[in-house]
């Protein structure tokens, strides 16, 4: 009689999507309150959400080779290294990597956005309604489309 070993089901069980270690999400924005609220949603929609308050911290996460599906970036990220040079220099490190880009100025920045990231998604940053988990979702679903 054959035995089903753990090991056996372990092999033989679906991987989640983001791989062994479930959806990982990036967040880069310089208000904490935002940071906080986007995390939230990412983890109550299931999602793994590691936040950063700077482009360069959100890089460093990148250049570490940490798992990253999708990157969640506010527009209004300044310094050294804004919000569109994190995307470019982010899409440089993982060309396949889902980024989502949140902005108050939505309508104003769709045009200049679409231009530098085709495949960008722009959100505005409106957190109510779980809107940034539920873009999540679409990101991760045109990537395995």
């Known amino acids: 009689m054959p035995q089903n070993t753990s090991a056996q089901t372990l092999v033989n069980a679906p991987q989640p999507p983001g791989g062994c270690y479930g959806v990982q999400v990036l967040v880069a924005g310089r208000q904490k309150r935002w940071r906080d609220e986007v995390s939230n949603q990412i983890r109550r929609a299931g999602y793994q959400a590691t936040a950063c308050d700077s482009g360069v911290d959100a890089l460093t996460v990148l250049v570490l080779g940490l798992p990253v599906d999708v990157l969640v970036a506010d527009v209004g990220l300044e310094g050294d290294l804004c919000c569109s040079r994190l995307a470019v220099e982010a899409r440089a490190l993982r060309p396949g990597l889902r980024i989502v880009l949140a902005s108050d100025y939505y309508e104003e920045m769709s045009d200049d956005a679409s231009h530098l990231f085709p495949d960008a998604i722009l959100i505005p940053r409106d957190l109510r309604n ?11 679903a045109s990537r395995s489309a």
């Open 130 to 140: 779980n809107a940034v988990a539920s873009t999540v979702r679409e990101a991760l």
